[in-house]
C-alpha cells in the first residue's frame, strides 16, 4: 500500500444474506474488535503470520449487502444478543456501525411474483455492487455469499447463488462462496469467471464436524488406523436447520463433508451423516461423530466427538478473514480459484490438501506471498 | 542392505516388560502379520512412504527381554486373547513365536531381598543382552521399555527403568522407552549416554487421549480459537491402571499431556487430568476430554471427545515401528536424542514440533533420509 | 407345582426366527446359566421378588422355532463367539444343548416361489408347533416373535409375523412378539385373539435407547423441567441394521420410541430418531440421545446420553422372562393382552405406565398375583 | 389457610448465603414467576399433584438472610444475568423485590477476627431471625442453607452451618439443608433438634449427576444388570468449584453420591467421583458419568452421560419447593426429619428409597397428607 495517502483505502465486504445471523455477527463483530471492546478471537488472520501480508486493516472494511427480508441490522443484533451468539451491550455499543451497514442493505431476489429474467436480475445486483463501491469511494469490494443454503440445483436455470455470483464478476469483484449452494460452480458460469480475471474461493465454511474431521482424519491414516465407519449427527436450529433439513439442500452439504473423510482416509468408510433441523436449539449446533475403527491385529476401538457451537460465532471470523486475503489476492493481481484458501471450506475450489495442518502451511505461504514486494 | 547375503541379518527387540500386555501383543502380532494372518492395521512403517528407508523387514525381528514375573508368553497371550486384545485363536497360530520368545526372556530386577548393587545389576542386565545378540547371532538389538510405569525417582538411587537403560548403553544396544518412567532421563545417565555414540527415543507413547490432544490443539490454535480450560480423565484398569493411580507415578504422565497443550496452544489452560484404576476395565481405557472455549466476541463453545481403546492393541505396532526405525539409525550411524521420533512420544526427546501433522512430516523426512545411500 | 411329579413338567419356547442371533443367544444362554457355568446377570425372573410366582424353572423349558435359514445352531454360536456376543469357549460347553434345539427348527416361510395361500400356512406352521408339543411330551409351549423387523405392511395381506401369530392362535400357544413387527397387531387377527382365550405380550423388546427414556423421561417431568427436544441415532449392525435402515421398517420402531416420550413428558418434543445401518458394528449398537431443556427461568440446559450394547445379549434374557411369565400366566388361566408385561417393551399392549418404574412395581405385583394360591 | 384473613399469611425463607447464586436466583426467579414473567419451570410444587396440599402461595414468600459478603442483590443478579443464569432484562425487571429482600441480609459470621464464642453467633443469628419474623409480622419462616460447602468438620466446634442451623432451631425455624455442610448432622446437636420440635430437612440438593443415578441406578438393578464400575467427572466453576477441589469439602458430597449408587444397585461398584475446579466455567457444570456393565453371559457394555447445566437454576426452583413443604409441614405440627423429602436430597434424612421415581411417589402421597383437614 502506498504510503503517500493521507488515509488507507477502503474495502467494500458485501454480503449476500446481509441480514441473517452470520452477516449481522460479522458487522458488529468487525466493529467491536476495531474498537477495542473485544479481542481478536477467531481472527485467522490477526495471527502474527499474516502481519506482513498487506491485508486490509478490519478498520479499513466497509459493509453492504443484498437481502430479500427487511428487519434492521441493530435489531437483528439485538435478537442475536438476546440468544447469547452477541455479547449483552454489544448491538448498543455499536449501534453507529450497524446502522451504517444496514443503509448499504438493497433488496435481493428473485422474490414470488418478480419477472425480471436472469439477466435483469444479475444487471441489477451489479449495479448496486458498483454503485456501492463508486458512491462510497472504495477501493474495491469482494462479495461474499452468507445466505441460507438453497436446494441442490436441478436444471439449467441459475439458482439465486449464481445469479449473485454473476452479478460479483460482472461488477468486476472478487466472489467468495462460504456455503454450500451452487454460486460459481453453475456449469454456466464457468466462461464467464474464467474470462473475468477475477479471483474466487470457496465453497461451505468449514466451522464444525468437518473441521474436526481434517483433523481426525489424517490422523487416522498416519497411524494406519482403518477407520470402518464414520457416522454423524448435527442438530441445528435457526435458518440453517430448516434449509438443511430438506434433503436436497443436505445433500451438496453432505457432500462436501464426505469428501473430507475420502481424502484423508484413502477410504470411503460406512455411515451416513444427518441434519436435523432443531428450532429449540436456535443459533447452536451440536454434531455428534462415532468413528469405529480397527486397530492392530483388528482390535475394535471407538472415538467419539461431541462439538456445541454457535454457528454465527464460527463463521464471522472466517468471513472476515476471507474478505481481507481475497481482497489483497486481487489487489496484487492474483485470478481464478483460490485453492490456498482451502483451510477454510469443506468443499475447496482447485487442488488443495484435505488436512488441516497441510492447509494451514499452504494458507500461511500463500500469505507470506501476498506480502511480497510490499 | 547387502544382496549378497543369503539370508537377511536378523535384529534384535529386547523388551524391558516382556511378559506384559504390550510386549505379548508385540510378539504375537509381528508373527501374526509376519505370517500373513492379519494385516499391519496400526504400523506406521508399512505405509509406502517408509517403503525405501532401508528398516529391518518385520520377519527379521528376533524377540527377548527382562520380566521380574514368570507368566508363560503362550499363556499371557490365551489370557489376552480371553480378554478381546488379541484375536480368538491367534495365539494357537502364532505359538511356536511366542514360545521362541518365551525362552529368550532373562530375569529381571531388582526383586524384594536381591542385595546386588547397581553396578552389578546393570552389568547382569548388559550380559544378558550381549548374550542374546551373540548366541544368536543377530546385527544388532534395540532394547525397548514397555514395562509398567513407576513412580517418579526421589533422590540419586537409579530406578529399575535407568538400570536397564545403563545396561542398554554398557551393552551398546539404542535405547526407546515408551512409558513415563524415568529411562535414560537421569541426570546419573547424561554423561553416559552423550559418551554412547547410540541413538535413542523416548518417553512416553503418545495411544490415546494425548494423540487426540496433539491434533485438536493444533486445530484450536490455527484457528485463533481461545481455550480456556482443558479437562480429562481416564479410566484404564489393566497393571497400567493401578501404576498409574499412584499419583507420583501419574505425576510424570501428566506432565507430558500438559506439554502438548502448552505447546500447541501457546497458552495453559485450566484443567486437571484424572487416571483412575477401573479394574473392572481390564486392558482397554475410556478418555474422556472436556474443551470449553471461546470464538469470536467472547461466545463460548464445547468440544468432547471420547476415546475408547485397547491399550496394549494401540501400543504394540507403535513399539514395532520404533524397533525399526531405531535399529536403522543405529545401523546409518546417527546417536544422540532422535528428536524427528516425536511423532511416537508424548514428552519427546529433543527439540521437535507438537502437533502431529509437524510430527509426522518429520517422520517421512527422517525416513527418507535413512534410505539415502541405499 | 404338585410335588407328586416325578420330574417337573417342561415347558416349550418356540422362537420364531430361530436361528438368529437373539435365539442363538437364549438357547446358549439358558443352557449356560442351568450349567451354571454363567450367573443369570440380566434376567430378571431370577430375582427374589419372582420366588413365589410358580415360573418354570430355566432348566425346564425346552427350544424349538422356525426359521427361513439353515445356518446350523451350534455354528451360529460359534459365528456369535467370534463376535463377541458370546463368551468363548461357551458354545463348545453347550453343543449338546445347542444341537437339541437345532433339531427341532423346522422351514419357516412363506419363501420365494412358495404356493401356499395364507390359509396352508397358517395350518402348516401350527401343525409344526403341535407336533413340538405333543412329541416331546411339553406341558405347554409359547411362541416368541425374534425374527427380524419387517417392513411395516400396506395392506390387507398378512405379513409373516401375523402368520406365526395366527399359528399360534390355532395351535392354542400364547404369544409374545419382541419385535416391532405387526404379528397380533392386524386387524384380521384381533377377533381371532380375543376368541382365543390365549394370553399374550408385545411388542417390541425395550433394550437400550427406549429403555432410559422411560426412566429419563419420567425423571424430567418429576422435575417439571420443560423437555424442548429430545434427538436420538441409533447405529447398529447386523441384520437389525439392515431391516430397520428401510424407513417402512424404522417406522414401527420410532413410533415406539416416541411413545415413550410423549406419555411420559406429557408433550410432544422437537427432535428426530434416525437408525442407520452401519454393518461394521456387527450386533453391537450405540445410541446417542440429546436432550434439549428449558429449566427455571427458561435456563437452557442439556442431557446427552450414549449406550453401547449388545443386542442380543440384552435382548436374550428377557425373552426368557417373558417366555416364563407368559407361559405362568397361560397355566393360570389368564387370557388377552397382559399390560403388566409393559416393562419389556416399547410399545406394550393394553393400557399401562410408562415410566419404567411404575412398569416394574406393576410387573412384581402381576408376579406375585401369579404365585397366589400355590 | 383460613378464609377469613384479608390476606393471606406471609412466609419468610432465611436463606444462609444470601448473596450467592442461589439465593439470588431464588428471590428473582419467585419474583418473576409471580409477576407472571416466566413461567414455573422446575418448580416441582407448581404441578398439579400438588395442588391441595394447602402450601403458602410463591406471592406470600417473604426473603430475608445472612451472608459474609456484601455485593447487593440486585447487582448479584446483574452479574448472573451477563453469565446467562438469568435471562436478560430480568434483574431490571424484578429490581424492586431484590432491592427488597436485600434490605432483609444480615453479617453472617464467624468473620477473621470476630472474638464471639459458639453461644453468642448462634444468640446473634437467633435474634436476626425473630426480628425478621415480628418485624414483617411473618406467620413463619424457614430458614435455607444455600452457602457455599464448608469443609467437613474435624472437631467438636461447631462449623458455620451448625451454628445457623442451631440459631434456626433457637429462634424455633424450620430448617433445610441444600448443602453438603454439616449443619444440623453434628452430634453436638442432635438432642437440640430433637427437643425443638420442629421439622427439619436435608441435605444436599440432588441437581445433576446424583438426580441421574438415581434413575439410572435402579434401571440397572430392575433389569438385573451388573455394574461392575460407575466412574464420574464434575467440572464446575463459581464458588462451587473452589470449595468442592478442597478435598475436605469434596468428600462429603462424594459420599451422598456413593449412597445412592450402594443403596439402588446393592452393590458399591469399582470407580471414583471427581469434582475440578474450573473457573472459566461460571456458573455452568458438566458430569461426565461412565458406567461399565455385564449384561448376559458377562457381555460387557457402556453406558455414558453428559450432564451440561447451571447450578443456580437447578438449585432455585427446589429451594422454592422445600421452603413450602417445609413451612406447611411446620403449621400442620409435622416434627423431626422429613424423610419423604427424599425426593430433592443426594443424602437424605431419615429412612426414604434411594429411587428417584418412589421418591417422587412418595413426595406425592406427604403432600396430599399436608392438604387434609383444609
Known sequence: ????????????????????????????????????????????????AFAGSGLPALSSLVFGGHDTTDCPLPKRA???????????????????????????????????????????????FAADLQDFVRRLGLERAVVVNVASTEPAPTGPPLPPSSLYAAAALRAGCPYINF??????????????????????????????????????GPMFAQRALDVRAWSGTNLLGGGDGASLADPAAAAAKNAGKERVLADTLGTTPEGQVHIDDVPALGDWKTAWDHVAFDGFLGTRMVLQTIWQGCDSALAAP???????????????????????????????VGDAPSALGEQYAELVRFAQGLGEGE
Open 1 to 48: 500500500m502506498s504510503a503517500s495517502l493521507s488515509r488507507p483505502p477502503r474495502v467494500g465486504v458485501w454480503l449476500v444474506g446481509a441480514r441473517g445471523s452470520v452477516a449481522t455477527t460479522v458487522v458488529a463483530g468487525c466493529a467491536a474488535v476495531v474498537a477495542g471492546l473485544r479481542p481478536p478471537t477467531g481472527l485467522v488472520t490477526e495471527a502474527p
Open 318 to 348: 472466517l468471513v472476515l478473514d476471507l474478505a481481507r486475503l481475497v481482497a489483497r489476492a486481487h489487489e496484487t493481481g492474483l485470478r481464478g480459484p483460490l485453492a490456498e484458501l482451502a483451510f477454510f471450506f469443506k468443499d475447496p
Open 179 to 216: 456455503t454450500p449452494s451452487t454460486g460459481l460452480h453453475h456449469p454456466g458460469l464457468a466462461p464467464l469467471a474464467a474470462a473475468s480475471g477475477l479471483p474466487y474461493a470457496g465453497r461451505d465454511g468449514k466451522t464444525g464436524q468437518t473441521l474436526l474431521r481434517s483433523v481426525l
Open 78 to 124: 439485538e435478537q442475536l444478543a438476546a440468544g447469547g451468539v452477541l455479547p449483552l451491550g454489544l448491538p448498543a455499543a455499536v449501534a453507529a456501525e450497524l446502522a451504517a451497514a444496514d443503509t448499504e442493505i438493497r433488496p435481493g431476489g428473485p422474490l414470488p411474483g418478480d419477472t425480471r429474467d436472469e439477466d435483469a436480475l444479475i444487471a441489477a
